[in-house]
């Protein structure tokens, strides 16, 4: 199935999803690169919360460029698989060498801002994610590894720790906060 249909029976949990959802469904109609990052207004990425098996605990990464504690996730770089991406994102930032889906439907949705900042020596103009998130699991037994490139810290926290080390109030209040 398409994401397009997917974003479309999303049940949104609150009014942020159901205007967020608006908004991506919009720019999807709109836009034909909204899958690439080309497009430096907006472009569809795809996030996870990666929980333990008895959902007791999730992985969190120390973002670089956000300077605080977050789940994981990339963007799409043309992609329309956004589960595909969540999950090869999870794997690259945490080390993990297996994730699963706990469900192929859509956790959350969300548009997020993006301050501008510097990537690789460049520029990167403030832009909007336009993310969808998945739920994962993964063993809590395997090794996690920094990814240099993107962040300098990772491990599993408790559902309230996470929300705690996050130094994003806005993430956790209106983002984090709502799972």
């Known amino acids: 199935m398409k994401i397009e249909e997917s974003i479309r029976r999303y049940v949104p949990f609150n009014e942020q999803e159901q205007r967020d959802r608006e908004v991506i469904l919009d720019f999807l109609q709109k836009n034909p690169d909204a899958f690439l990052r080309s497009n430096r207004i ?52 945490t080390g993990l060498s297996s994730v699963r889906p706990v469900s192929e439907e859509i956790f959350s949705l969300e548009v997020l801002t993006v301050d501008g900042h510097e990537k690789r020596g460049e520029y990167v103009s403030s832009h909007l994610h336009l993310n969808v998130t998945y ?45």
């Open 135 to 179: 739920l994962l699991e993964a063993d809590e037994g395997q090794s996690l590894h920094i990814c240099e490139e993107e962040n300098s810290g990772v491990r599993w926290f408790t559902l309230d720790g996470a929300l705690k080390a996050s130094t994003e109030p806005w993430f956790v209040r209106r983002i984090y906060g709502k799972q």
């Open 42 to 93: 907006a472009h569809m990425t795809a996030s996870a919360w990666i929980v333990n098996r008895k959902r007791t605990k999730v992985v969190m990464v120390y973002h670089k460029i956000y300077d605080s504690w977050s789940w994981t996730g990339g963007h799409a770089d043309g992609e329309e698989d956004l589960l595909a991406v969540a999950m090869r994102e999870a794997c690259e930032e």
